[in-house]
Structure formats: C-alpha cells, structure tokens
C-alpha cells in the first residue's frame, strides 16, 4: 500500500517515517531527496535544478511530478510508497491521485501527526546541540545534562541562528495554512487518520503500525474477495461476454 505521511515541522514525522520503512518495508519518497537525488547526477537536467534551488526558486510542479513519475513507475517500489513532505498543496495531490492512477495504484492512507503549536514551538526553540559530540538537547523537555565525550566539559551549548520564536510560529502558520485543503481532501475520502503526536515516540509508532497493519488486512480482504468475484463472473459469464460488459 502506498501511504502519506503529514505533520508540521517539530512533529517528528522524520523519526517516524523511518520507523514505517523498516518495520513495513517501504520506500520513503520525499521530494528534497528526489531533487538532491537529480542534482548529484551533475547532468544537464540537475544542474538546471541546483541553479533554480541555489537562486532560492521554486522548482516547478512539472519537474516534480516527472520525477514522482520516475518512482511510481518503477515496479521496485510499486505499491510500498510513503510520500513523506508531498503533496504539499490540493493541485500537487490531485495530481498524485492521476499519476497513481495511471500506473494502476492509489494512496491508501494518510496520516497526521497532531501536536499544539506551542508545544512545537517550544520543541524548536528549545533545541540545543553539544559543540564538541553534537548530542542534541533541548531546555524544556530534555535539559542539558553531561554528555558522551570527555571534551564536552568544554562545550557550548549550540542554537540554530533560523530557531527563534517569530520564525518558528510563521513557519507553523504557513504549514497549516498550505496543508489544510490537502487534509481536507484526504478526509473527504475517507483515509485520513488523525494521531496524537504528543505521546512518547514508541506509544505514536505502535499507534502508526496498528493502524497500518489494519489497513493492509482490509486491503488484503478486499482484494481476495475482488479475485474470487472476478473468477465467479468468470464461470458464469465466460471470457468473452464477460470482457464485452466489463466497463473496464
Ligand atoms: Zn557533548
């Protein structure tokens, strides 16, 4: 099954996607990868790529889609998608729908993690990063204590100059803003699951796995019913008279 994984930055949905491609054997699919992917090729279509990244443009929705096409199409990864950071507006996801489509597979969950801005803000805000073995901290929820190496007494307590409070709540602002139609969409089909992203990392993944291992029987079902169906019409219909009714 392919799925989307959602949830605004400081969720965690980086951890977590991880935790569902190992436990389930996916391909993570995010369109920053698929862009760095294209550019370390250095031929003629990447280089254009870095130019538009590297002059801060938007890269266009055509590329992207091309390459989103690229992996769709290749049997390697047919049906074992997570779109991690993709779609990020309506369009993009209509479009998703139409290119899955084309290559008879479609996106069978979608997933959010939830959790209050404030909270968020005070995970981004709060992080802070050993100068000597980089072990990450952060003073709200995981005060600075000793760390691994020895050197460390002599550390600095390292904030990343882009993690202040008014950038942070833009940024969250412009994410709930951009991503509401898209939830909305996946809602209006019914495969939208809301998770409390609140909780302890491993209460989230075993939420994640149950979910999804729930959704895979059903589709499982629903595609054994559709065979043994189809072998029924089969029988009755034959081949032929059945081919020439079937509205494929
Ligand atoms: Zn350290």
Request: hydrophobic share 20%; charged share 20%.
């Given at each position: 099954m392919n799925l989307v994984i959602f949830g605004p930055p400081g969720a965690g949905k980086g951890t977590q996607s991880a935790k569902l491609v190992k436990e389930f054997n996916l391909f993570q699919l995010s369109t920053g990868d698929l862009l760095r992917e294209e550019v370390s090729k250095k031929n003629d279509f990447g280089n254009k790529i870095e130019e538009i990244m590297k002059s801060g443009g938007l890269v266009s929705d055509e590329i992207i889609n091309n390459l989103i096409e690229n992996k769709i199409s290749n049997p390697e990864y047919k049906n074992r998608i997570i779109f991690d950071?993709?779609?990020?507006?309506l369009d993009q996801a209509k479009s998703l729908d139409n290119l899955l489509k084309k290559y008879n597979q479609q996106i069978s969950l979608a997933l959010n993690l939830k959790v209050d801005n404030q909270i968020l803000v005070k995970r981004i805000t709060g992080r802070v990063t050993c100068s000597v073995c980089n072990k990450t901290f952060n003073i709200f929820f995981d005060p600075p204590k000793t760390c691994d190496?020895?050197?460390?007494?002599?550390r600095k307590l390292i904030t990343r100059s882009d993690d202040n409070e008014d950038t942070i709540v833009k940024r969250l602002k412009t994410y709930d803003e951009k991503t509401f139609p898209v939830l909305d969409y996946y809602l209006k089909k019914g495969i939208m699951k809301n998770i409390d992203?609140?909780?302890d990392i491993n209460a989230i993944s075993d939420q994640l796995f149950t979910i999804i291992g729930a959704v895979r029987s059903w589709l499982w079902l629903l595609d054994s019913y559709n065979r043994i169906f189809s072998k029924i019409k089969f029988l009755i219909y034959g081949s032929y008279s059945w081919s020439k009714y079937s509205s494929k």
């Open positions: 950071g993709f779609p990020r507006n190496l020895k050197d460390c007494g002599q992203g609140m909780q």
